[in-house]
């Protein structure tokens, strides 16, 4: 019955995937170069498809933090700003190696708070993405770490599940996919709780839901089940669907398009 109900999802045609920190770098922290050259193969054939597709991707301060000599996310403000300043130039340089492998191209766009508030930037925002995207091209967006204090401190509006929920709420998506470190929501975090089951489909956010999220973020990153949560809230809102799916395999987004049962879908429909 699920597998019919998830047969929606084939329609999708504008997509926002987002991939974490956690699914972008090696347990040491170095970046998966590996991974993320797959990632960019998956996107440009979803592209070719016909798929509208926007990347939300984190890591900025991740990959800064190690191009330095850092082995954990530092705890100054101005040393978040200097790896994130260091950490997006990296981060582009790679995805513009690997997208045009595939002569793919791609955009960066950096998103603050008062973008998304703000109703002439809102709008401004949203002319530069679907002009993009009419264009074929793939945006990348992350938030301005350099000049967004509030991220940086780790309000919760500032982490990139919650950027990702309002960019697809901006482009008026029909999909946000969130790829991450754990295959979905469960009944328990499954890293402690060894008999914790998988949640295949959240048809309401209910308390219960929300009480189910953890912060289990890497090291590197600011994220956890709280925010996807939290993101997919956001999403139904605007009947987005959204699906929190393990990213070690970027070709679940196949799966996920083909109405397969992979990862937690929260229905926004």
């Not at 050259?37 to 509208?52: I, M, P, S, W």
């Not at 996310?73 to 340089?93: D, H, V, Y």
């Not at 470190?181 to 499954?190: A, C, E, K, Q, S």
């Amino acid at each position: 019955m699920e597998g019919i109900m998830r047969g929606q999802l084939l329609n999708s045609k504008r997509i926002v995937v987002k991939i974490g920190t956690s699914s972008l770098t090696h347990d040491n922290g170095n970046t998966n170069l590996d991974k993320m050259e797959k990632l960019a193969r998956v996107l440009t054939d979803l592209n070719h498809q016909g798929k509208e597709i926007i990347l939300v991707s984190s890591g900025a301060i991740g990959t800064g933090s190690r191009r330095i000599g850092l082995t954990e996310r530092p705890q100054e403000l101005e040393m978040k700003q200097a790896t994130a300043a260091i950490g997006q130039a990296i981060l582009m340089q790679i995805y513009e190696k690997f997208f045009a492998e595939y002569n793919q191209v791609i955009a960066q766009v950096l998103l603050t708070k008062d973008v998304i508030e703000d109703s002439i930037k809102n709008q401004n925002a949203k002319n530069t993405l679907f002009a993009l995207l009419k264009l074929g091209v793939i945006p990348i967006i992350n938030e301005n770490d350099c000049i967004s204090t509030a991220q940086i401190e780790g309000y919760r509006f500032g982490d990139n599940d919650t950027l990702s929920a309002m960019v697809a709420q901006l482009v008026d998506a029909d999909l946000l996919i969130l790829l991450t470190d754990i295959d979905g929501l469960y009944t328990d975090n499954p890293k402690v709780n060894k008999e914790a089951t998988l949640i295949k489909t959240v048809e309401e956010i209910t308390p219960e839901i929300e009480g189910l999220g953890k912060d289990t973020g890497s090291q590197f990153g600011t994220g956890g089940m709280t925010t996807k949560i939290t993101a997919a809230k956001i999403a139904k809102e605007n009947q987005t669907h959204t699906v929190v799916a393990l990213g070690d395999d970027t070709r679940v987004l196949y799966d996920i398009l083909e109405g397969k049962e992979v990862g937690t879908w929260f229905i926004g429909k």
